[in-house]
C-alpha cells in the first residue's frame, strides 16, 4: 500500500510563499510520474504541476513562472514550490503518483492566500 504525506500548506498573504512537501512511502514500483493538484470549493480539481521520473514538468498556465515542483529521490519527496501566491490559489493542495498506470493520493494540505 501506497502513502502520500503532504505538509506545508498554511495561511500567507498575497505575495507570500509557501513550500509544500509530499513524501511517498509504502509499497510503490517504479513510480512514473507525480503531480499536484488543487481544489477550491465549489471547484473543480485541477492540475497545479507534473513531473514525470526523466524529470520533465509541465505546469498549469496560472502558476508558470512563479510555481516549481521537484523531486529528491533520496528522500521519495516531492516539492512544490510557490512564490508570488495570488488569493484566486487558496485551495485543498493533494499530491499524487502514477505507478504501474495506477495514482496514489494524499490528503492535502489547505492553503489560504489572504488579499
Known amino acids: 500500500q501506497v502513502q502520500l504525506v503532504e505538509s506545508g500548506g498554511g495561511l500567507v498573504q498575497a505575495g507570500g510563499t509557501l513550500r509544500l512537501s509530499c513524501v511517498v512511502s509504502?509499497?510503490?514500483?517504479?513510480?512514473?510520474?507525480m503531480a499536484w493538484y488543487r481544489q477550491a470549493p465549489g471547484k473543480q480539481r485541477d492540475l497545479v504541476a507534473g513531473?514525470?521520473?526523466?524529470?520533465?514538468?509541465n505546469y498549469a498556465d496560472s502558476v508558470k513562472g512563479r510555481f516549481t515542483i521537484s523531486t529528491d529521490n533520496a528522500s521519495n519527496t516531492m516539492y512544490l514550490q510557490m512564490n508570488s501566491l495570488k488569493p484566486e490559489a487558496t485551495a485543498a493542495y493533494s499530491c499524487?503518483?502514477?505507478?504501474?498506470?495506477?495514482?496514489?493520493w494524499g490528503q492535502g494540505p489547505q492553503v489560504t492566500v489572504s488579499s
Open positions: 509504502g509499497r510503490i514500483f517504479r513510480p512514473d510520474a
Open positions: 513531473i514525470s521520473s526523466a524529470g520533465s514538468t
Open positions: 499524487t503518483v502514477r505507478s504501474c498506470s495506477t495514482w496514489s
